[in-house]
């Protein structure tokens, strides 16, 4: 590919500065290693980057011989967005469990640790937490990724999570301004809108927001929403109504702006992503956020062309482009000073081992037992049960590789446990295929889905003893023998919903 300037020359390497994205594979690429040479500086991780800690820890390592201070991000939310655990499920419960639980210090000292492990495997920018008040619960997108939908309760949560996780030596990404949460659009999928007025966008986005600035965040992540009231014609990523004059003027926000992913439709769709990101840094954002599915070098270099084109025609000023790459710089330097204060990347993780060691290590699974919230009463099961688990489609933030639900802790309690996955009201089949068994019912978001109510009121007319684990948004009415809401579907939800199950103590 034919480049624009030579890789030496300053806007260049401001151009790709600003540019967060990912790859493919377990090991860094060669032109990965390259770039980062030239003057890239950030670089995201997803779950096809990680294997094991010792990988990753390894991974790290290879950047950092490169430039040592560059920023290594991960979509790191717990909960159901996990990408240091993919393939087992999180060890932390998720927002809105810690919301539930509305104890902050439980939610400092979750974050804390999260930020330990993945620091200790090399990790130092994480685009967490979620601060969106989850408002409109058929929210297809935020749901459990909030603290919940109380403006007050999201900010003190939100500025716990930020201090523990910033006290690991892991910076925080803030997301997704100004608030995502009243939305009924997936922005991977369209553009969505939140057509209130600026007086219940004070009162209600905006009141977590506040609250990260105050308590530091060192980023912040911009939504891909279109909000009427701020600017009627560009969503929040690519308007200087919003970055610049609200988040930068009017709230006083003095670090990083990290954009969403640039290759999801809202943007992608419309714009494209190289006049996206043209307009985004125009805008006010400093960083550039691709690669959940556009991840190679083709991407990057039409990137940091289109950055460099739009200089060299006025369009895009030198200066803010300059101005971006010094915010990018400037954490990264403050997380290689902080990185003394936190073990060095691969010092606790070897090849194969479980992420999380220590006393803190059990602080997730603590926190899934105290969000758990029971109704009704049944004797524990005599012998094996049968779980259906309704499963709905996942939104593209979670992803459907990461297992969820208790049919794994059930078996491993209940040895002969059988279970299947229903996208239906197939209440012949889970009858059909539990024979004695008592059925456990699995559901997630059955608000949302008029199919998955269906199919337990028909379980629970022919099975009255039927269980229901509620493990999305717990805004359906309780029923069944018994009812178990874990307010997230982390694998230690699942582990604590099982323990409430079978009446089985908790091992600490």
Known sequence: MTTLVST??????????????????????????????????????FGRNIHSPGQLAALTARLRSERDDVLVAIDEEGG?????????????????????????ELTRSVARELGRRLAECGVNLNWAPSADVNSNPANPVIGVRSFGADPGLVARHTAAYIEGLQASGVAACTKHFPGHGDTAVDSHLALPGIDVDLETLHARELVPFRAAIAAGSKSVMSAHILLPALDPTRPATLSPRIL???????????????????EMDAIAGTYGIERGSVLAVAAGADAICVGGGLADEDTVLRLRDALVAAVRTGELPEE????????????????????????E??????????????????????????????????????????????????????????????????????????????????????????????IVAVVRDEHRHAWMAEALDGLLAARPDTVVVEMGLPAAPARGALHVATYGAARVCGVAAAEVITGVAPQD
């Open 244 to 262: 610049t004059g609200l988040l930068r003027q009017e709230l006083g926000y003095e670090g990083l702006i990290v954009t969403d992913g640039m």
């Open 80 to 104: 159901d967005v996990t990408r240091l655990e993919v393939r087992d499920g999180s060890s932390f419960p998720g927002n809105l469990a810690l919301g539930s639980v509305d104890d902050v």
């Open 320 to 343: 803010r482009l300059a101005d971006a790459a010094a915010r990018v710089r400037a954490l990264a330097s403050w997380t290689r000073r902080v990185r003394g204060a936190v073990p």
């Open 8 to 45: 030496t020359d300053t806007v260049t390497r401001d151009a790709l500065a600003v540019l967060q994205p990912g790859f493919t594979g377990t090991t860094a690429p060669d032109w990965l290693l390259r770039r980062v040479g030239e003057g890239l500086t950030s670089v995201g991780l």
């Open 345 to 438: 990347p691969g010092a606790a993780v070897q090849e194969g081992t479980a992420p999380g060691t220590g006393p803190a290590a059990d602080v997730g699974l603590a926190a899934a037992r105290r969000a758990v919230r029971v109704t009704g009463s049944a004797g524990a099961p005599a012998g094996p049960v049968y779980v259906a688990a309704f499963t709905p489609v996942a939104n593209i933030a979670v992803g459907s590789e990461t297992p969820w639900g208790v049919a794994a802790e059930l078996a491993r309690i209940l040895p002969g446990t059988g279970t299947d996955t229903y996208g239906s009201a197939a209440v012949d089949e889970v009858l059909r295929a539990a024979g004695e068994r008592r």
